[in-house]
């Protein structure tokens, strides 16, 4: 053996290793791609081979073709096989080449769940660490959802190795299945709040000095995060940061981007209304120094998102602002000139008071349109001249010479402009000519209007042949317009009017979000179908009928348009009539009067034509002068104001104002315009939603959740559980079709998980397609794992959340108490039932005229009722002062001599257990299932380790004989108990109590068959009556069937019949009645000793309660 | 959340790169092109903090970076991380390589990228810094390349002879490219106190 393993790594040691793979490249410099691809097809051939070491060895070399930009996920299912070597060497190799190239899309990944498992309950706690770090890169939705109870239970762990990354990895499980965040959060707070020595306090609150020094430290590091500090700081305490204002400035010279970024960033939240103007005098001045498009396209945005953050609420006079853009139009290969107009439209339609100096400073613009039109990349500033030309055309009305702007704006270069950018130009050319010839309405003589019509006429047909439709169709139009128009003026016809007609009507801004605010009218369903949803049955040989039938929809469509068009007519008119009543709506003015109020404005100089810098486009009265005007009515205003003080002092009127000497508040800056800036349209009855700001792509929103709301049993994490596959009865879909009422119910949440659990179904038959084909590699795996092996059938299952409603469908209404991972809550959930069972026999009487009816319920529908408290079939095997064991026992449909028992077993002590070893004393009649090879005395391994307070369940298969009688067996659990100190080995008796109920399997029945049975003759009858029976009729049905495992058959009243089979096929049949607290059974079945002792059994259940 | 490591010479090949968010294998080496070409522009004596590449999450990510001699290690981290934790855990790394692979240089991270990851693994899980405490890394490294040998055995030992005879070609090549000076500069905040 030992020589066999020396000649296979003789072998081995020359293939060619990482080092080999690396020098090999690192000497082929010439034909490196080359030679790598010889390396790729040697690797294939290694991983033919059935030694793991020379896998793992082809695997690490991919791994380093991996970070060389080779694709490797071609030998994903190698990866598999190595990470599920037996020894760390390889499994490590695995783990790391899998976490290099596994994604959510790698279809093997579904393979790796129970080889994770098995790793992460590992003895060697360097396996567990380096299963958690491979998942840790590569988990996915299933994996978190199966794996998340393995990872709770190893925040437990004794090594603090694992527990610190156990601890870690949650945090990207709840990313994954945020489901699981409820559940674990009580124990992922206490381990939180254990004494953590890894991680030290940050300092918060630094004094803002003190990071005064730290900025103007020579350490460029520090200054870095000096401002960074700042800018957390400024949050909170705005005014100590904006002190620091011309620091900040400094930085902006720095040499450093970076930091130059982070000033900018600060700069952003340190604006007020006192100091805008001021500081983007200063970040104007550095757009002119800036070095290199991107800091300067950096800068630009920045000031405009400084200008207009919060609905431009630190601006006081927008003509300071539409001056600040028109200078940054100056900006040479800038990317940004589609902000720029937007920025340009937003606020000429908004801020109704600066329309006619806008449109006075755009028509400048169009008028040296030469200056921007140099370049005409797109998003080039060329951008601005759409907004100029739309913002001339739009509010024509203002502009001083309209012939002069429409001349402009038809010269024969506007044809090297962009396509949309000319289609403005042509559309507002109309619009000025309707102006014009408004303007020119009334005069005697008409020349001047007929001049502009010949311009039109003669410029436009350039815009005809142009290449781009949408500019070619609009002038077209247009100038056939004119032509007309022209012929009217020659008749000497009015024809203004008609004309601005055209152009009627006044543009407002419609918020963002005003389509998703509309209320959904009453009555209407937005998910119902409007016509039958296509069945999905439909083969391919149906398709040719698919062509009449959409016919079929055509017409019936039609129809209801007719209809609709009447009712949109009167809808229109409701509108218009709801609109001219709403203070709120917008309507068209006559806004041709300037709202000039605030003095000083007249003085400003409109044309100053500064040659000597050529860049700026003549003309323009630059920001500055603003600035400075703007100080001087400050000045101007405080000094009225403190004159208005004294005066009031003075007068000594009972509220007297503190004198302001200090800085000036913010709400003592007046605005220099009264300005309205007109807030954008919602529709009306619009809804307030919160959820509006929410990135749905935000990974973290999934857990945005709340964590104090009491856990529901539906949250509770799944559990490995082993429960035999039950096939899918005719009742499961029955009852998944029958009980709408308690889908309703039920959140959306659990709606959603449905969906899921279809989706797995889906995943899983893949899997299960997928391990046939690998099947040898999963017998491989089982091998290694005996434990396992009994239970094979079920290791698919555990893929799947157990919730009960998946293994039995009587359960899936009633809320099962399963594992009780926590003492406390489970008494409490106890007690809470205690007073739910004493409300509702206060509310029995009344209840029981409600039940009264002919309503007959199929297999326990018992949906108007009462919620059931909640039940479990677990009961007490054995307990000491370490451990303690429940237990429940259920039959497999598919072996008619197999049970199989459940054990949850749950860890009381302080200590760890392990090695537990699970034996029972066979009898002649029931036996314990044991792996092949083993003794009929040999104890089972339990495949886990209980870390203290932790629960986990494990299944044992017995196989029996005669089913007709219950039956105990001995049996004996031995575990080591180890504490930091010492470890003991300790044993538990117990005995298992096989009943003859946990013989019976729930089967459904329909009531013909059910009758037919009755009918056949074959059963043997037996009764039972039970006294002082004290609950709802449907409380007492639903005992029956969640503790012996029967479906109600019918019920009708206070009668109902109920079915059972077992697992060698006897059948049972049950008539349950009750009147006066007094409940009769009778009962049928082929099996007169199986009967009796189910009937005892029932009446101890009841007798318990 | 760290989104990547990455680790490149001055002529931008790369040396070990993990990243923690799924790109496919084009992507990545863009997103290192794209790394490199940020970061091998900067001066000396400028910050070692930027804003990340388009590729990798733009400004939302930032790149903290050291560079040693004839490597860069950037560390691409989102907002949550702290500079100055993230810089002080790149001195921790390269110190560990030193102690790991005694006087480290390129060469070692060329030839035994999959021990850099292990010990890597030491530090960042999944995208979360685990373990900052340089013993206690070196601790746990070494426990598994003990592991490593046991489980190897005497089955291990002909494979090693071969791989000692193969290695003697090693020093050959140039094994000057140290990695440097690699004292902390970790920088020095009386005023915090």
Redesign the interface.
């Known amino acids: 053996m030992?020589l066999k393993?020396?000649k296979?790594?003789?072998d081995?040691?020359?293939d060619k290793?990482?080092?080999?793979l690396?020098?090999g490249i690192?000497n082929h410099k010439e034909d490196e791609a080359k030679y790598i691809s010889t390396c790729i097809d040697e690797i294939k051939q290694e991983l033919k081979q059935d030694n793991i070491a020379v896998k793992a060895n082809a695997v690490?070399k991919l791994?380093?073709l991996?970070?060389?930009?080779?694709?490797v996920s071609w030998a994903a299912f190698n990866i598999v096989e190595v990470m599920s070597s037996s020894?760390?060497?390889y499994k490590?190799?695995g783990y790391?080449a899998a976490s290099?190239c596994f994604?959510?899309?790698t279809d093997v990944i579904m393979l790796t769940t129970n080889q994770i498992r098995k790793d992460l309950s590992s003895p060697h706690q360097?396996d567990t660490?380096v299963a958690?770090?491979g998942?840790?890169?590569f988990?996915t939705p299933d994996l978190a959802r199966d794996l998340a109870n393995d990872i709770m239970t190893l925040m437990s762990h004794t090594k603090p190795?694992i527990r610190?990354?156990a601890v870690?990895?949650m945090?990207?499980v709840f990313l994954k299945y945020p489901e699981s965040l409820r559940p674990a959060f009580p124990r992922l707070k206490e381990k939180l709040e254990d004494p953590d020595p890894?991680t030290d306090a940050?300092?918060h609150l630094?004094c803002v000095q003190?990071l005064r020094?730290?900025i103007e430290d020579s350490?460029?590091?520090?200054?870095?995060?000096g401002l960074?500090a700042m800018s957390k700081i400024l949050k909170t305490h705005p005014k100590s940061v904006q002190s620091h204002k011309d620091l900040i400035l400094q930085c902006l010279d720095d040499?450093?981007?970076?930091?130059r970024?982070r000033a900018l960033d600060l700069l952003y939240g340190m604006v007020s209304k006192k100091n805008l103007m001021e500081i983007v005098k200063k970040l104007m001045l550095h757009v002119d120094k800036a070095e290199g498009t991107t800091y300067r396209d950096e800068l630009l945005t920045k000031i405009i998102d400084i200008c207009s953050q919060s609905n431009y609420q630190y601006i006081t006079n927008f003509e300071w602002y539409i001056s600040i853009l028109v200078e940054l139009t100056r900006l040479e290969g800038t990317r940004h000139g589609h902000l720029i107009a937007s920025q340009m439209l937003d606020v000429a339609i908004r801020v109704k008071a600066i329309r006619g100096f806008a449109v006075a400073q755009m028509a400048t613009l169009l008028d040296n349109a030469h200056l921007l039109t140099g370049n005409t990349q797109r998003n080039g500033i060329c951008e601005v001249l759409y907004a100029a030309a739309w913002i001339c055309g739009e509010f024509s009305e203002h502009l001083e010479d309209p012939m002069q702007t429409l001349e402009a704006m038809l010269r024969p270069k506007v044809a090297t402009l962009p396509g949309h950018i000319q289609a403005v130009y042509v559309q507002n050319a109309a619009k000025l000519f309707a102006t014009v010839l408004r303007k020119h309405e009334g005069e005697t003589d008409s020349q001047a209007a007929q001049e502009t019509s010949q311009l039109l006429i003669d410029r436009l047909p350039l815009f005809v042949q142009s290449a781009n439709l949408e500019v070619q169709e609009r002038a077209s139009c247009i100038l056939q317009l004119v032509k007309y128009i022209q012929k009217l003026q020659q008749k000497n016809v009015e024809v203004a009017e008609e004309v601005t007609a055209l152009f009627a009507g006044e543009l407002n801004p419609v918020a963002p979000k005003a389509q998703k605010k509309v209320p959904i009218p009453e009555g209407l369903d937005l998910d119902a179908w409007i016509n039958e949803p296509p069945s999905e049955s439909e083969s391919e040989d149906e398709k040719p009928k698919a062509v009449f039938t959409k016919e079929e929809h055509k017409h019936s469509r039609s129809r209801h348009t007719e209809v609709d068009e009447k009712e949109l007519a009167r809808r229109r008119e409701v509108r218009k009539q709801e609109q001219a009543n709403n203070p709120f709506y917008i309507k068209a003015s006559p806004s041709s009067q300037k709202v000039y109020d605030a003095p000083g404005v007249e003085h400003i100089p409109v044309v100053q034509i500064d040659l000597s810098v050529p860049l700026k486009v003549p003309g323009m009265p630059t920001s500055d002068q603003y600035l400075k005007l703007e100080e001087e009515r400050q000045q101007k205003e405080k000094a009225e104001r403190k004159k208005k003080e004294k005066k009031k002092k003075r007068e000594k009127r009972g509220k007297e104002r503190k004198a302001d000497s200090g800085p000036e508040s913010e709400e003592d800056i007046r605005p220099a315009h009264q300005v309205d800036i007109v807030t954008e349209e919602m529709p009306e009855n619009a809804l307030p939603s919160d959820d509006d700001d929410k990135d749905p792509n935000d990974p973290h929103k999934a857990l945005d959740i709340d964590l104090d709301k009491p856990l529901a049993d539906s949250e509770k994490l799944p559990v490995r559980t082993h429960r035999p596959e039950v096939l899918k009865s005719p009742a499961e879909d029955r009852v998944n079709e029958s009980i709408p009422q308690e889908t309703k119910k039920r959140s959306g949440k659990e709606k959603k998980e449905k969906k899921k659990g279809k989706e797995k179904d889906r995943k899983r038959s893949k899997e299960e397609k997928k391990k046939k084909k690998h099947k040898e590699v999963e017998e491989e795996l089982l091998e290694s794992q005996p434990e396992e092996a009994i239970q094979s059938e079920e290791t698919k299952e555990a893929t799947a959340p157990p919730t009960s409603a998946e293994i039995k469908p009587t359960v899936c209404w009633f809320p099962v108490q399963k594992s009780s991972k926590h003492k406390k809550k489970k008494q409490k959930k106890e007690k809470e039932e205690k007073e739910k069972k004493k409300k509702k026999r206060h509310h029995h009487h009344h209840h029981h005229s409600d039940a009264g009816g002919e309503d007959s319920v199929q297999n326990g529908t018992v949906e108007e009722e009462e919620p059931l408290p909640p039940m479990s079939n677990y009961s007490l095997l054995a307990e000491n002062s370490y451990i303690k064991m429940v237990y429940d026992i259920q039959g497999n449909h598919q072996d008619e001599s197999k049970v199989v028992v459940s054990v949850i077993f749950e860890n009381k002590s302080d200590s760890f257990l392990k090695s537990m070893e699970f034996n029972v004393l066979d009898s002649l009649n029931s036996k314990l299932q044991r792996p092949e090879g083993a003794g009929p005395h040999d104890s089972l391994t339990v495949p886990f380790q209980l870390p203290p307070g932790v629960s986990n369940e494990a299944r044992f298969v017995f196989s029996v004989q005669s089913i007709v009688m219950p039956q105990k067996l001995k049996g004996t659990l031995t575990f080591i108990v180890k504490s930091d100190e010492s470890s003991t080995h300790e044993k538990l008796d117990f005995k298992l109590h096989f009943t003859c109920t946990s013989y019976l399997i729930t089967t459904p029945c329909y009531s013909d068959a059910y009758a037919k049975l009755l009918e056949s003759g074959d059963l043997k009858g037996s009764s039972l009556r039970l006294e002082g029976i004290n609950m709802p009729f449907h409380h007492l049905l639903a005992r029956i069937c969640f503790h012996h495992h029967f479906s109600v058959v019918e019920r009708i009243d206070s009668c109902a019949s109920m079915y059972s089979r077992s697992i060698q096929g006897h059948h049972v049949c049950l008539l349950v009645k009750t009147s006066d607290q007094t409940v009769s059974i009778d009962a049928k079945c082929d099996e007169p000793s199986l009967l009796g002792n189910v009937l005892d059994e029932i009446k101890q259940t009841f007798s318990k309660c | 959340m760290i989104k990547a490591i990455l680790i490149f010479n001055n002529h931008g090949k790369p040396r070990l790169s993990k990243f923690y968010e799924h790109y496919t294998e084009d992507t990545e080496q863009q997103i290192i092109r794209e790394t490199f070409h940020l970061v091998s522009k900067r001066d000396e004596n400028v910050c070692n903090f930027l804003e990340g590449g388009l590729l990798i999450g733009g400004s939302e990510n930032k790149l903290i970076y050291r560079h040693y001699a004839t490597l860069y290690f950037v560390f691409c981290v989102d907002s949550s991380e702290s500079e100055l934790g993230i810089l002080d855990l790149i001195q921790v790394f390269v110190e560990t390589l030193d102690k790991c692979f005694e006087n480290v240089c390129e060469l070692d991270l060329i030839f035994h990228m999959d021990k850099v990851h292990n010990i890597l693994a030491e530090m960042v899980m999944g995208g979360m810094v685990l373990e900052t405490n340089m013993s206690e890394i070196i601790t746990q490294a070494e426990a598994h390349n003990k592991m490593e040998k046991s489980e190897a055995g005497i089955a291990g030992a002909p494979a090693r002879a071969v791989s000692a005879v193969k290695n003697m070609n090693l020093p050959e090549m140039p094994k000057n490219i140290n990695i440097g000076d690699i004292s902390i500069k970790v920088p020095n905040l009386p005023s915090f106190k």
Do not use: W
């Open positions: 030992a393993i020396v296979g790594s003789i081995r040691m020359f290793n990482l080092q080999d690396v020098r690192r690490c791994t380093y991996q970070m060389l930009g080779y694709d020894k760390f060497t490590r190799i790391l290099q994604h959510e899309g360097y660490g958690l770090t998942l840790s890169c988990v190795y610190k990354k870690l990895i945090y990207k890894g940050e300092p630094l003190k020094i730290l350490d460029q590091n520090l200054k870095y995060l960074l040499k450093d981007e970076s930091i970024l």
